[in-house]
């Protein structure tokens, strides 16, 4: 809603524009405001030129009377923001003082002033431009042109700062991207509200901080009892998922008193929670809200101990010293959505949890384990030198000197000094530009780093990284290529005679013991660490390689930014196939196309992201029953691992457009999507990819009228629909309109269950026999898509205790954009390649609302239903084609505790659900055989689909 506002107002902002033509900037004129109120580096930034110059003349642009006695109480002159003084003000100060956006003075006069932006934190979630959350508008930015328009206004806005003061330079080359600004408008100063954290005694700097907190809380034992801080950041104006149940409330309360403790909660000022249950079960639960104090960063050294997720308070913190527990139940949803600058084991050190249970449980060894307390406050350490170029408590004061340089038209002392050169990438801390000016941190530009000064990739067919460089203070003991979902590990070798150090990483790799194949197309980070297992900061100084087309295998590029090194791996398109143009001159041909058909089947599963499912258990037919007809495998990239005598097409190159137009058949469990177009001769076999018991297309509610278009033009492309069963077949009738023909020969995709080998599926996965394997297997959400965290896999595998094993499998929709769960006795299985051979391998399934509940019985072995957002699902989010819970064919549980209970002792269920059971597989599984492939392959040809 707020880029439509903006939006909405650029007219305000093009008579604004013509009124500062023509009002002349007053010298000495200087107007502060901030989005929280009084404070923040604004308020740094006021006091110290206001001691440094009593010439000047401040005035600060509040934002309600509360901000106005503040600033009051402080000496500083105030005018309300949105008034007529508040615009006449801001048009004519010479310098202008932000710690958010424009609109924290008048926004409509800020064109022609010098802008100074303090920004409220490091970012570790993306900002501005680099955000799809943040250029997000309801309605009007599903379009280019309104998505351009959004751009180009950030990118205006930019312009319009004359100094963006960072904490470092790793701050500041995510704010260069975020905001699109130049190297010259950031300086690399320090952020000055840090400045409290830093200046002065660390015995007074508490003191007074704890001070502040009894008064502010008006509670005595906040100035000597331990004090914890849970300081959640916000979610786009969603609810934060981590408030505490009442079994959590009384785990809090509990370990309060034992540890005599205070824990002070200080939701986001842009979205609070609702944690009143926890300050009526213990009065050592207080309130530090927005409504009590704006900026939180003054009263830091209060804490011992900060709990967060996402929030940069995290690295404000770091330099006060404590620990930090990070707690952060939608990880992968929230990263997802927002973005990030890094992988979250970056910043959160790789402790994270996610549930309240699990933190009580992590502070209680902090509490006791010096390896743990150690660990924690080590990681605080890390960030604090990572993060922060000052620890001298004066960013204020180059602030104001690099704003003093700036008016006067002297060069900048402090600007970001990262820059590419040709090929090689440099980043150096900032040195000061005068002798007189403020040492380098200690510490900081004084220890040796660890560089790069060799980096290439050999071995052709086997490409391999090779990196090596100088040591540094640091000294390198482990080395990978981490992406989402894949992890390929190398191998370093030290020199210490000669300092130097030496790495190879081979680029392909093996998974699940299959074939040597490249990782999916993604983002990777080159991961090198210490004997501590945190990261080195790392110097570029290499030549880097251009990127390049590997043929069969990727696209790579090497880049190096404020991270170290990042591969982009792509689809191998070649030259000629690369690109917006040439997809389009591919597009038009393969419209035009008159070739004749060719004796070949075309198959896809989940758009290309695998070669699973239906279509894999008909190319396994056909393979046996027609080996000389040529099977093309449509897949997104060259990762994918595709059934043997197959052809793999890789999305978008000739060859596949070809196949496309081609192919007699074409097999598929989803849509086409909006470029297919039938050519003569051709047929398509939608084999769908499950028995429904959620609504889709045509019978959800609420379908807008574009979805319901969509919806009728792809069902129109289909020639022939296989279905699991009459049930699934009329739901498809109704949910598509689909008039054709359907075929009931049972699916595909279950007969591994009745012929494949699961003991060598177990060994593929790495199971031990005689472990017990339980599959937890969810559904995606409509409002969720990017994860489903209902239930705690990891503490679900703890609780089970020695001898399972949880196998955890996502959505095909969260394949790409998800991360693996890592945790003891869990193994992430969402990227094996079939999920039929789990199966095999599972002794018993969890899962929600997914089809594969109607899988799983042809294997007779239990299932549990985990649903505890049955209503919402059921009445708001998706519906359901019939009622689940009579029918059942397994407990329907809502409760985590009860599930592991159940999963424990499956005999009990197994005799009381044996009716239901019995009767949900005569209904659903009539012809789960283990022949459906070679039913639907005779058919095929029988009846001319093939030859």
Request: hydrophobic content about 40%; charged content about 25%.
């Amino acid at each position: 809603m707020g880029n439509l506002r903006k939006i909405a107002a650029l007219p305000l902002y093009a008579l604004g524009r013509l009124a500062s033509s023509v009002v002349p900037r007053q010298a000495g004129l200087w107007a502060f405001g901030s989005g929280t109120g009084v404070g923040e580096g604004a308020l740094a930034l006021a006091e110290f030129a206001r001691e440094a110059d009593p010439s000047l003349k401040l005035v600060w642009l509040a934002r309600s009377e509360r901000d106005a006695a503040d600033a009051r109480a402080r000496g500083i002159a105030s005018v309300p923001r949105g008034s007529w003084r508040g615009f006449r003000q801001t048009l004519r100060a010479q310098v202008i003082v932000v710690t958010h956006g424009f609109g924290d003075v008048n926004r409509f006069g800020t064109s022609g002033a010098f802008v100074v932006q303090l920004w409220h934190g490091i970012p570790f979630k993306r900002v501005h431009i680099d955000s799809p959350e943040a250029m997000r508008v309801p309605i009007v930015s599903r379009f280019g042109a309104a998505r351009r328009a959004i751009r180009a206004a950030y990118e205006r806005s930019g312009r319009g700062i004359g100094l963006f003061a960072v904490a470092s330079e790793r701050s500041g080359e995510r704010i260069r991207s975020g905001f699109a600004l130049t190297n010259e408008q950031i300086a690399v100063t320090g952020d000055p509200r840090d400045d409290v954290l830093l200046a002065g005694p660390e015995d007074e700097r508490r003191a007074r901080a704890r001070d502040q907190v009894a008064t502010l809380t008006s509670d005595e034992r906040a100035r000597t009892t331990r004090i914890l801080l849970y300081a959640p950041t916000w979610r786009d104006g969603g609810v934060d998922p981590s408030i505490p149940s009442r079994d959590d409330w009384m785990r809090i309360a509990a370990y309060l008193e034992a540890a005599d403790a205070l824990l002070l909660i200080r939701s986001h000022p842009l979205g609070a929670g609702n944690y009143a249950e926890g300050a009526h079960l213990s009065d050592r639960v207080l309130f530090l809200g927005a409504d009590l104090v704006g900026d939180i960063t003054p009263l830091l050294p209060a804490v011992d101990t900060l709990i967060t997720d996402y929030s940069s308070i995290a690295f404000d913190y770091a330099l006060v010293g404590g620990e930090i527990l990070f707690l952060a139940p939608d990880i992968r949803q929230y990263t997802g959505r927002r973005g990030v600058y890094e992988p979250y084991e970056n910043f959160s050190g790789g402790t994270e949890v996610t549930t309240w249970a699990d933190l009580v449980e992590l502070l209680e060894a902090n509490d006791t384990d010096a390896a743990t307390h150690a660990r924690l406050v080590g990681h605080a350490e890390w960030l604090a030198r990572w993060f922060h170029a000052w620890h001298d408590g004066r960013n204020t004061e180059r602030v104001y000197g690099e704003v003093l340089r700036r008016l006067a038209g002297e060069p900048p002392a402090f600007a970001l000094r990262s820059r590419r050169e040709g090929g090689a990438t440099t980043h150096r801390a900032p040195q000061p530009a005068t002798t007189d000016a403020a040492a380098p941190p200690p510490g900081r530009a004084a220890v040796a780093q660890t560089t790069i000064d060799e980096l290439r990739i050999t071995g052709g067919d086997s490409p391999v990284l090779e990196l090596a460089g100088t040591l540094g203070a640091e000294i390198p003991r482990s080395l990978c290529i981490a992406g989402s979902r894949r992890r390929l590990e190398g191998e370093i070798d030290l020199e210490l005679a000669s300092e130097r150090w030496s790495a190879r990483v081979p680029l392909l790799s093996s998974r699940w013991r299959g074939p040597l194949l490249p990782p999916p197309a993604d983002e990777y980070l080159v991961r090198i660490l210490n004997e501590d297992e945190r990261l080195i900061d790392v110097r570029v100084a290499a030549e880097l390689p251009q990127p390049a087309l590997y043929p069969e295998l990727f696209r790579l590029t090497v880049a190096a930014g404020s991270n170290g090194v990042t591969l982009k791996i792509a689809a191998p398109l070649r030259d000629e196939d690369h690109g917006a143009a040439a997809q389009k001159r591919l597009a038009a041909e393969y419209r035009r196309s008159s070739a004749p058909v060719e004796n070949a089947v075309f198959l896809e599963s989940f758009f290309g992201q695998n070669a699973s499912c239906n279509p894999r258990g008909i190319d396994r037919a056909l393979a046996a029953a027609r080996p000389e007809v040529t099977r093309y495998w449509a897949v997104t990239d060259a990762s994918v691992e595709v059934p043997e005598g197959a052809v793999r097409v890789i999305e978008g190159s000739a060859e596949w457009w070809q196949a496309r137009a081609q192919a007699r058949l074409l097999v598929v469990n989803d849509w086409l999507r909006k470029r297919y177009r039938k050519h003569r001769g051709q047929n398509v076999l939608q084999t769908w990819h499950g028995t429904p018991l959620k609504r889709l297309a045509l019978m959800r509610s609420g379908l807008r009228p574009r979805a319901a278009l969509a919806t009728f033009r792809e069902q129109a492309r289909w020639d022939l629909m296989l279905a699991q069963n009459d049930f699934s077949a009329r739901i498809f009738r109704k949910a598509y309109a689909f008039r054709s023909t359907i075929w009931q020969e049972g699916y595909p995709r279950d007969d591994v269950l009745l012929t494949g080998d699961g003991d060598a599926v177990r060994e593929r996965l790495g199971i031990a026999p005689g472990t017990t394997v339980v599959l937890y297997a969810p559904t995606w959400r409509d409002d969720r898509p990017g994860t489903v965290d209902h239930l705690d896999v990891a503490r679900f595998a703890r609780e089970l205790g020695p001898g399972y094993v949880t196998l955890i499998r996502g959505h095909s929709r969260t394949l790409r954009p998800g991360v693996d769960v890592v945790a003891e006795n869990v193994i992430d299985v969402t990227s094996y390649p079939e999920i039929s051979e789990l199966f095999l391998v599972a002794d018993a399934l969890v899962t929600d609302y997914s089809s594969v509940m109607f899988d799983f019985t042809v294997t007779g072995k239990p299932l549990y239903f985990f649903v505890p957002d049955y209503d919402h699902y059921r009445d708001r989010l998706r519906g359901f084609t019939f009622d689940l819970l009579p029918v059942a064919p397994g407990p329907v549980i809502d409760d985590p505790a009860e599930l592991v209970r159940r999963v424990q002792s499956p005999e009990a269920d197994r005799e009381q659900y044996a009716e239901r059971y019995a009767a949900w597989r005569a209904r659903f599984n009539p012809r789960d055989d283990g022949h459906a492939g070679e039913r639907v392959v005779r058919r095929l040809l029988a009846e001319g689909y093939l030859g």
